[in-house]
């Protein structure tokens, strides 16, 4: 089963980085960032649009946040366990990834046919990331030892490590949060000025957050989290680094607080975000651009070992344009629900739209 939509018509705005999630009576919301811009555009705001199950399609679009005079960026929307629906996006404070303040709102009235929900809590996540300097340190010291490259940018991120300012901004968020069996919820977030991830902890439903180790490497950031049967996370992360250009991994046996150095997988990745989850069933589903260089070819690969291998493989969308950033979830069903970005050019124009997917376990293993 494989069926695919536009959620609206294309256009030249900027549309991207969009989020799905399920909502307790099946109906899906997604949204994304919208302007004439990124990070230098002044007018970027969040919007949203709803798939109704009753009627089978989406909903006019609408705004979700926007604060004026500042551009709202790379927003996720998530269902806890609670059933609160959750937006979390960050402000860009002075049109630069590194002034990113994250912030996050939270509502239990969001059942309604049109428009948003209504929040019951909004506030910013601060952090102080914990042993900063010490782990950067850690990680880059032996490359200190060796000429090149690799040495200058280990001694530029232990100096800025050491920066409270620059450590405690940039910050922001890019896939799902995850929610663990004692009810602690991870925000994976990273930083464009360190190229680092890092955690969001709340062990009180988010009313305070404290902040995990960074995850150190050489261009790592947009972390997606999957919690192993034995309870530890794994974290996916995008290859903003030199080649091989591969999708990035990390460990944590200790519910997020601290991380392995990331380390090169084998699968290809060109400098994009990926997001993997795990299924009711125990396989593992990722979504992510199967290129060392590119957007456009767009995959979903499956495991059954907890992604030491991923055995299956197939092409949601390949072409001359861009096809990127993919949102995942499984909903009720089991259904496989997925969102992207899809740029394409026509008429010497770029054009722009957020693309919905539906398909099934069985759909990726058939093949291409």
């Not at 989406?58 to 709202?72: E, I, K, M, Y």
């Not at 990127?324 to 629900?337: T, V």
């Not at 969102?339 to 054009?351: A, H, M, V």
């Amino acid at each position: 089963m494989y069926e695919t939509e536009l959620i609206f018509a294309p256009e030249s705005w900027h549309n991207h980085s969009s989020s799905v999630t399920e909502l307790p009576n099946g109906d899906l919301l997604v949204s994304w960032f919208h302007g004439s811009g990124e990070r230098q555009s002044d007018d970027v705001k969040i919007e949203g649009a709803r798939w109704r199950k009753a009627t089978k399609n989406w909903s006019t679009r609408f705004d979700l946040a926007d604060t004026p005079g500042f551009p709202d960026t790379n927003c996720v929307v998530w269902l806890d366990s609670q059933k609160r629906l959750w937006l979390l996006w960050p402000t860009i404070l002075a049109n630069t990834w590194e002034s990113a303040l994250m912030k996050y709102r939270i509502s239990t009235d969001y059942l309604q046919a049109e428009g948003p929900p209504k929040w019951d809590w909004q506030d910013n996540i601060l952090l102080i990331p914990r042993r900063m300097e010490e782990r950067t340190k850690e990680v880059f010291e032996k490359e200190l030892k060796r000429p090149g490259p690799f040495r200058d940018w280990a001694s530029r991120m232990i100096a800025l490590a050491g920066d409270k300012q620059f450590s405690r901004l940039g910050w922001f968020s890019r896939t799902h949060p995850i929610e663990l069996p004692t009810g602690r919820i991870l925000v994976p977030l990273y930083s464009d000025g360190f190229s680092f991830g890092l955690m969001a902890i709340s062990d009180d439903r988010g009313k305070t957050w404290q902040a995990s180790e960074p995850i150190v490497g050489f261009g790592n950031i947009q972390p997606s989290v999957v919690r192993k049967k034995n309870g530890e996370l794994v974290a996916f992360m995008r290859d903003n680094g030199p080649a091989p250009k591969r999708i990035l991994k990390s460990v944590s046996k200790d519910d997020g607080v601290t991380w392995t150095p990331a380390e090169d997988t084998e699968i290809f990745n060109p400098g994009t975000s990926v997001e993997a989850i795990a299924l009711r069933d125990g396989r593992w589903v990722m979504a992510y651009n199967d290129l060392e260089r590119g957007r456009t070819s767009l995959a979903i690969s499956m495991s059954d070992d907890e992604g030491v291998t991923w055995k299956w493989k197939r092409n949601i969308q390949k072409g001359a344009g861009s096809y990127h950033y993919p949102s995942l979830i499984q909903a009720a069903d089991d259904n496989l629900h997925l969102t992207y970005s899809e740029f394409e050019t026509k008429d010497g124009k770029q054009l722009k739209s957020i693309r919905h997917a539906r398909f099934n376990a069985a759909w990726v293993e058939a093949g291409q």
